[in-house]
């Protein structure tokens, strides 16, 4: 009777996940205008049907990706190092990507890469800190405790590097870089959306094939080996995956922070159950709340738009306050 029960629960918030999912992405394509209107403006060439194209579906689809990568990562990563406050930054991605795109801007690189220089500059920082703190781990033997400190000090040197080139760097300058480290999804090139789609889903497919072993590593390290699964090669491949779709998120729209903390953490108590069906419910959930922030960012101030950064740090650092407070 109590496994009926809560199949039917997990069923039910899976609804519940599902249709805040698809209410998120008709508000941020159709915002003002009616479904009739919307379906018609998929079948126009000018009007609605450009701005469509051109502006809303590819942000949509960017919101969509970025979220729900972000939420699996920070369900793996509190997972893994057994801390429900981790989250996808824990390992200095984003310090590295900063530093990447603070790079490429003042190198100019737009002239020799066009739109690629930032996010493909963005990417290579992140990789670059995650291999620090990757190879930095190894010799603690991927001891969890070590893999959060590793993190937290390569993310102050990583900034702290970031911020001496901003007292170099020409204020004119400043301005694209600092709305990037805010988190902004307006400023990728349509053209490399259909190259980010493959780059996000392939990871995010391993990770949900993980499930069960990402299971016995939240056991601990040494019961994960008594149950046969070699736990220094898995923290390895959950190291790898969960760094290169962070640095992917962070190389296509910057910073946006609390949607792998305050998705999952929230999952996971509602939930109550595995990583199957957690890593599954926060991907959509993840998806969902981005989204709804970005349209926020978008028309709550309208006509200007709010980096959706802000707004994910706003809602989610008041959601965390009160978990913080109402936790007995």
């Known amino acids: 009777m109590k496994e009926r ?11 519940i996940l599902i249709l805040l999912l698809v209410c998120a992405v008709v508000l941020s394509i159709g915002y003002g205008k009616g479904i009739n209107e919307i379906i018609r403006g998929l079948t126009e060439k000018e009007g609605f ?30 997972s893994i190092l057994r801390n429900s ?4 930054y824990t390992l200095g991605i984003s310090a590295g990507a900063s530093l990447g795109i603070t790079i490429s801007v003042i190198l100019g690189l737009n002239n ?7 996010p493909f500059m963005g990417f290579m920082g992140a990789m670059g800190s995650t291999s620090m703190v990757y190879i930095l781990s190894r010799k603690k033997l991927f001891d969890p405790g070590a893999m959060v400190l590793f ?40 053209e490399l959306i259909f190259f980010y789609i493959p780059a996000f889903l392939i990871p995010a497919f391993i990770l949900f094939c993980f499930s069960r072993e990402l299971d016995i590593l939240s056991l601990g390290h040494e019961k ?6 070699k736990s220094q090669r898995a923290y390895k491949v959950f190291f790898i995956l969960t760094s290169i779709l962070t640095g992917l998120c962070v190389s296509a729209a910057g910073i946006i922070g609390f949607v792998g903390l305050i998705v999952p953490h929230i999952l996971r108590m509602v939930l109550n159950t595995g990583n199957r069906y957690l890593l599954y419910a926060s991907y959509i959930g993840g998806a969902a709340f981005l989204v709804f922030s970005d349209v926020f960012s978008r028309y709550i101030l309208y006509p200007v738009e709010l980096p959706v950064g802000v707004v994910t740090g706003i809602i989610g650092g008041v959601i965390l306050l009160v978990l913080l407070i109402e936790r007995p």
């Open 151 to 190: 993190g937290i000090v390569v993310s102050l040197v990583f900034s702290s590097l970031v911020f001496l080139l901003f007292s170099l760097l020409d204020p004119d300058r400043m301005h694209g870089v600092i709305l990037w480290l805010m988190g902004d999804l307006s400023s990728l090139e349509n």
């Open 224 to 229: 994960a080996q008594y149950l046969g699964v």
């Open 112 to 118: 020799q890469l066009g739109v690629f220089a930032n």
């Open 5 to 15: 029960y809560a199949i039917w629960r997990i069923r039910f918030i899976f609804i």
């Open 49 to 78: 049907g450009f701005v469509l194209r051109k502006i809303r579906i590819p942000r949509t689809i960017l919101a969509l990706l970025i979220g729900g990568s972000l939420s699996i990562c920070g369900a793996s990563l509190q």
């Open 85 to 88: 406050l981790a989250e996808p």
